[in-house]
C-alpha cells in the first residue's frame, strides 16, 4: 500500500481528554492518516495533558495572558496542518480563527444549530428533545456556527439523567471525530458557502 503523508494535527484541550484519546487511538491504529503533533491545554490540571505524555505526544500548557499568541506559536512550530479543538473551554478570537483559515474544527455534544455553547446536554434534556447528537464542525468567528462536517443522533430516554445522557453522546463523538479528521486528510471535503460537500 502506497504511505501516504500523514496530517499533521494540534489538539487544544481544557479537561478530561476523551475525544484527543480517541484521536490518538485512531492514529496509532492506522484508522486514519494524521498524527497528533502536539496537545496544548489551557488548563494545567487537565488529564488529557496526562493521555498525550503516555503516548509521548509533546505537550504545553498555556494558561497566562497572551496565551492565544503562544498557541499559535507553539503550533506554527510543530507545522500544525490541523487545528482540533477537543473540549477546550474557551473561546477562540478572530485573529486566531483567520491564522488557520478552515483549519480549525470542534466537536460540539448536540446537533447544531440546535444548543450551541455550553451545558448542551443538559439544555437538550430540559428541551425535552426525543433527538440529541454530536456535531464536528469547521470553527469560524461565532459560538459553534461554523460549516457542520459530520453529525450523529443520539435519543434520549425517557429515564435519561444527564450522566448516562452524556455518556450516550460521547460514544458517538468518539467515533465521529476521527471520522471528520480522516475526511479532511484525504482531502475529500469541499465547503461551499455553509455546506460541506463530499468529493
Ligand atoms: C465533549 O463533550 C465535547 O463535545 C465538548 O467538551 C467535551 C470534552 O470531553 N466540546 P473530553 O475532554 O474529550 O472527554
Known amino acids: 500500500m ?8 494540534g489538539v487544544l484541550v481544557s479537561g ?10 485512531a492514529c496509532e491504529e492506522g484508522h486514519i492518516d494524521a498524527r ?6 489551557n488548563n494545567p490540571d487537565a488529564f488529557a495533558l496526562e ?29 500544525v496542518e490541523l487545528v482540533c479543538l477537543a473540549g477546550f473551554m474557551k473561546l477562540l478570537s478572530t485573529q486566531f480563527v483567520r491564522e488557520f483559515p478552515q483549519k480549525i474544527i470542534n466537536i460540539h455534544p448536540a446537533l447544531l444549530p440546535s444548543f450551541p455553547g455550553l451545558h448542551a446536554q ?8 426525543k433527538f440529541t447528537g454530536a456535531t464536528v464542525h469547521f470553527v469560524d468567528e461565532g459560538c459553534d456556527t461554523g460549516p457542520i462536517i459530520v453529525q450523529a443522533t443520539v435519543p434520549v430516554l425517557h429515564d435519561d439523567t444527564i450522566e448516562t445522557l452524556k455518556e450516550r453522546i460521547l460514544k458517538e463523538e468518539h467515533k465521529i ?8 486528510a484525504t482531502q475529500r471535503l469541499k465547503i ?5 460537500i463530499f468529493a
Open 122 to 129: 443538559q439544555r437538550a434534556l430540559d428541551a425535552g428533545v
Open 16 to 25: 478530561n481528554g476523551t475525544n484527543l484519546q480517541a484521536i490518538i487511538e
Open 192 to 196: 461551499v458557502g455553509r455546506r460541506v
Open 51 to 79: 493521555r498525550a505524555k503516555k503516548h509521548n505526544i509533546a505537550t504545553a500548557v498555556v494558561s497566562k495572558e497572551n496565551s492565544e499568541s503562544k498557541i499559535i506559536e507553539i503550533l506554527k512550530q510543530h507545522q
Open 36 to 41: 497528533v503533533d502536539v496537545v496544548i491545554s
Open 2 to 9: 502506497p504511505h501516504r503523508q500523514k496530517l499533521k494535527l
Open 177 to 184: 471525530y476521527p471520522e471528520a479528521i480522516q475526511l479532511i
